[in-house]
C-alpha cells in the first residue's frame, strides 16, 4: 500500500521510517528543495495549490494524510475528493485558525484562557479589557514555535505589536501563569476506537519545544483523555491527534490541537510499546492500534540549531539519536535524542549528561 503524505518534514520522515516495517510505501508532496523525508520516498516537489502535481500525487497512492498543518484547505479538498484523506479536511481546517479552535473547546465545555478576536487597533483596547494584562497577542493562522505572537505587558506595547502583527487577522488569549504545559497524544482508528499515551510534560524556550518527557500517572490523564476524546469525536477523526494544553491546579485549559504526529511524541519511538508514527499508520490503514503504554522511563530533548556530536552522544547508555538531514539554521529544529531508562531517578541522570552535551555544543 502506498500512502501520500502533503509535506516532507521530520515529521513525514518518521512516519515513513516506521511504515516501511508495515510493508507500506510512500510518496510525498512538498515545495521545499530541502525536505528532508525525501530520501524516504517519492518526493514530487511543487506547490500545494499545483493542480497538475496534485493530480499526479493522488494518482500513484492509496490514501493520503498530511504532516503539516498549514497544507491549504483547498489543496485538502482537492486530495480528498480523489482519495482517502486522513485526518479529513475538517481536522485540518479546524487546528489552522486559533479562532475557530478555540470556539471548537468552548462548544464542547473544554476550558480556554479568555481570548477575543482582534481586526482593527481599536479591537485592541477593547479586546485586552476583557482578557486583562498581561495577554498574548497571536496572527490567527500560520503560527509555529512561538512565531507570529507577542506578549503584551502593559498598554505601551500595544502599539508596537499592532505595527509588527497588526496586517492580519489576529486574536488576544489572557496569558495564563500555568504551572505545566502538557500534550494529550491521542490516536483514533477507522472503527472510532481511541488510544491515549500518557501525559507528557513539556518544557518550551523562545515559544520552541526543548524536552518532552511522559508522566506514567499523572493526575490529569483523565481529564485531557476527556477532552481529547471530545475533539477527536466531533471530529470523526482518524489518526494521531496532539492536544498541547496549560496545567493549572487541578484544571487543564486548552492551548491548540495539532491534526497529526507531534513533536511533543517522538520519545514514544523507543518510549512506548507503538510509536506514534506506527499509531498514525495503523489508525489510517485501518489497522488495530498498537498499545500506547511506556516501556520504562524516557524524555526527548530537541537538538535547536545544533546538534552534539554523534560520537558524544552515542557513548552514553541509553540514548538514541535522531538527525534529521537538516542543514542546522538558529532556531531550527535539527534533531532530538530519546534518552531511555529502568526508572525515573536513572533518566534524570541520563538526562543531566545529554543537556551538558547539548549546552556546550550551544555555547561553543
Ligand atoms: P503556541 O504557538 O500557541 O503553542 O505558543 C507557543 C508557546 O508560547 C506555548 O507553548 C507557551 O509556552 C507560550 N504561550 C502561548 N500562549 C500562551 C498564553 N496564553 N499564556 C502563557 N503562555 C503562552
Partial sequence: MKIGILGAGQLGRMLALAGYPLGLDFAFLDPATEACAAPLGQHLRADYLDEAALQRFCAGIDLATYEFENVPEHAAAFVAARVPLMPGPEALAAGQDRLSEKRLFESLDIP???????????????ATAYTGLPAVLKTRRMGYDGKGQMVLRAAADFDAAWAQLGSQPLIVEAFVAFEREVS??????????????PLVENVHCDGILRTARPLPKDPLQALGERHARAVLERLDYV??????????????????????????????????????????????????????????ASAMLNFIGTAPATQALAALDGVHVHLYGKTPKPQRKIGHATVTAADQRSLDARLRRVQRLIDRCASA
Avoid at 494529550?184 to 499515551?197: Q, S
Avoid at 511533543?264 to 510509536?275: D, Y
Fill in 112 to 126: 480556554v484562557p479568555r481570548f477575543c478576536a482582534v481586526d482593527s487597533r481599536a479591537d485592541l483596547d477593547a
Fill in 239 to 296: 489518526g494521531v491527534l496532539a492536544f498541547e494544553f496549560f496545567a493549572v491546579g487541578d484544571a487543564l485549559l486548552a492551548n491548540e490541537i495539532a491534526p497529526r504526529v507531534h513533536n511533543s511524541g517522538h520519545w514514544s519511538i523507543e518510549g512506548a510499546e507503538c510509536s506514534q508514527f506506527e499509531n498514525h499508520l495503523r489508525a489510517i490503514c485501518g489497522l488495530p492500534l498498537g498499545s500506547t503504554r511506556l516501556r520504562g
Fill in 184 to 197: 494529550c497524544l491521542a490516536v483514533r482508528g477507522r472503527d472510532g476506537g481511541a488510544r491515549f499515551y
